[in-house]
């Protein structure tokens, strides 16, 4: 059970470029989230799915864009990087069951830099 | 909106010392979740615990424990007797049940715990 996985761990993109930070569970969770860190800060929610098909924005999904057509993957698109953007990224999921507070299981991370 | 505040930034200890990290939140809910996390030097994020606004009994797991308390919205840590494997930046988060879907969470801004040998 390799539980939340994120691919790359480490990207530098040049001003303007774009790419996919790709997210993966084996939990079955319904539940999918992205959230990013910016240094000495905690973390904000970019946006976040309820099951294959469904998304929905969190607190900071300018310049951000996802898809869901598994449950098992929800991968993150950076279109025209900006330095703004330069953070690490966590993917998260958990339990479905609305309301009931389950605890979110999250990826190592991806560290991204843009220049 | 919900917010989580965690006042102190860094705390700095020598081992075998006990610290409380403090947490404040704000929910307009009356049912709601808060969680902690624990974010050590190669930047994982682990969960540490899970509690419900409507269960305010104090609990110990080992060396931590946590201190409920829905009259002043606080949501309390404290490591008995740190070590140094404890260094690490800790988080407070919320969950809202009126959410209707999503159980997303509001993190607090995080406490970097450091002990010293």
């Known amino acids: 059970n390799a539980g939340v996985t994120q691919t790359p761990k480490f990207r530098i993109l040049k001003i303007g470029q774009s790419m996919t930070l790709q997210c993966t569970q084996d939990m079955n969770h319904n539940y999918m989230y992205w959230y990013r860190q910016d240094p000495g800060m905690g973390l904000k929610l970019i946006y976040y799915s309820v099951g294959a098909g469904i998304t929905d924005k969190g607190e900071v999904p300018n310049g951000y864009n996802v898809s869901r057509s598994t449950t098992e993957d929800f991968p993150l698109r950076l279109e025209l990087a900006a330095p703004s953007q330069t953070s690490v990224y966590f993917c998260?999921?958990?339990?479905?069951?609305?309301?009931?507070?389950?605890?979110?299981?999250f990826g190592p991370g991806t560290r991204l830099t843009v220049l | 909106a919900q917010k989580v505040t965690q006042a102190q930034t860094e705390i700095s200890v020598v081992e075998k010392e006990d610290v409380t990290l403090d947490c404040v939140y704000e929910?307009?809910?009356?049912?709601?979740?808060l969680f902690w996390y624990k974010q050590p030097p190669s930047g994982e994020l682990v969960f540490l615990i899970r509690r419900n606004s409507f269960d305010e009994q104090n609990e110990i797991s080992g060396r931590y424990s946590w201190n409920f308390q829905k009259s002043t919205s606080s949501f309390n840590f404290t490591i008995t007797a740190s070590q140094v494997v404890d260094s690490a930046v800790y988080f407070c988060?919320?969950?809202?049940?009126?959410?209707?879907?999503?159980?997303?969470?509001?993190f607090g801004g995080g406490t970097r715990v450091l002990v010293k040998p």
């Open positions: 998260a999921s958990s339990y479905s069951r609305p309301g009931t507070g389950y605890e979110q299981f």
């Open positions: 929910t307009r809910d009356t049912t709601y979740y």
């Open positions: 988060a919320l969950s809202e049940k009126g959410q209707a879907a999503g159980n997303k969470l509001t």
